[in-house]
């Protein structure tokens, strides 16, 4: 009986700290002419566990005559490099389907949709317990025409006000948001550069995630039934 008590009551302490743990998302975005990627990192107890993957170039090739988006990524296992024709293939069979098989293709539609939908929802609930740890974006941009360049400072400004009002909606922010938008008149340039780091419990990630699957189980169920 005692043995029973003591393994229960280590289990419960175990749970309780695992769903204390604090899991940190870093999530970078560099936009220059020389250095181009998207890098996120996740780590957890003090980056005893971490995994980190990078996409360092995002190019527009030449393949078979039509011009295609290509990248490389870097991971833990070794970089990879997008399949290009794998892809092409893919969207020739799904046009192929379209023209030949439409009730297939609009089943494969109805399915990717529902698809979406999960996920949308699944994100929905894991935002709740999602905090804002550090947002930080810096835009230099630039335009040879100096009215239009004025015009987009207007642009960029309330589009980034709507990205810190949705932020706001669907995060706890614990610092600050830092955003710096710089104009620069009478030469064309591009560079964005964003850091943001999210903290969520691994709680949350496990009570979102059975949440969705018997919310899924339940759904099957009403469609078998």
Same mark, same amino acid.
């Given at each position: 009986?005692?043995?029973?008590?003591?393994?229960?009551? #280590?289990?419960? &302490?175990?749970?309780?700290?695992? =769903?204390?743990?604090?899991? +940190?998302?870093? @999530?970078? =975005?560099?936009?220059?002419?020389?250095?181009?990627?998207?890098?996120?990192?996740?780590?957890? @107890? /003090? !980056?005893?566990?971490?995994?980190?993957?990078?996409?360092?170039? &995002?190019?527009?090739?030449?393949?078979?005559?039509?011009?295609? *988006?290509?990248?490389?990524?870097?991971?833990?296992? %070794?970089?990879?490099?997008?399949?290009?024709?794998?892809? /092409?293939?893919?969207? /020739?069979?799904? &046009?192929? @389907?379209?023209? +030949?098989?439409?009730?297939?293709?609009?089943?494969?539609?109805?399915?990717?949709?529902? @698809?979406?939908?999960?996920?949308?929802?699944?994100?929905? #609930?894991?935002?709740?317990?999602?905090?804002?740890?550090?947002? !930080?974006?810096? *835009?230099?941009? $630039?335009?040879?025409?100096?009215?239009?360049? %004025?015009?987009?400072?207007?642009?960029? %400004?309330?589009?980034?006000?709507?990205?810190?009002?949705? &932020?706001?909606?669907?995060?706890?922010?614990?610092?600050?948001?830092?955003?710096?938008?710089?104009?620069?008149? $009478?030469? #064309?340039?591009?560079? *964005?550069?964003?850091?943001?780091? =999210?903290?969520?419990?691994? $709680?949350?990630?496990?009570?979102?995630?059975?949440?969705?699957?018997?919310?899924?189980?339940?759904?099957?169920?009403?469609?078998? $039934?």
């Amino acid at each position: 009986m005692n043995n029973w008590l003591f393994v229960l009551t #280590s289990t419960a &302490i175990l749970l309780v700290l695992v =769903f204390r743990v604090n899991v +940190y998302i870093d @999530l970078r =975005f560099c936009r220059r002419n020389d250095d181009d990627y998207v890098a996120v990192t996740v780590y957890a @107890l /003090q !980056k005893l566990f971490i995994y980190t993957i990078k996409i360092p170039t &995002i190019k527009l090739v030449q393949y078979d005559d039509l011009p295609w *988006i290509t990248s490389e990524i870097d991971a833990p296992r %070794g970089a990879a490099t997008t399949k290009v024709n794998r892809e /092409q293939r893919f969207i /020739q069979k799904s &046009i192929k @389907l379209l023209f +030949y098989n439409p009730e297939r293709f609009l089943r494969l539609l109805r399915t990717a949709n529902q @698809l979406i939908r999960g996920y949308l929802r699944y994100v929905n #609930s894991l935002s709740k317990g999602i905090h804002c740890k550090k947002f !930080k974006l810096k *835009i230099i941009y $630039g335009f040879e025409d100096a009215a239009f360049t %004025g015009i987009m400072m207007g642009i960029l %400004g309330s589009l980034t006000e709507s990205m810190l009002r949705s &932020i706001h909606n669907r995060l706890v922010l614990d610092a600050k948001p830092c955003i710096k938008i710089q104009p620069i008149y $009478g030469h #064309s340039q591009l560079e *964005i550069e964003l850091k943001c780091i =999210f903290r969520i419990r691994f $709680g949350n990630v496990i009570t979102a995630t059975m949440a969705n699957l018997l919310n899924s189980m339940h759904r099957e169920a009403t469609r078998s $039934g």
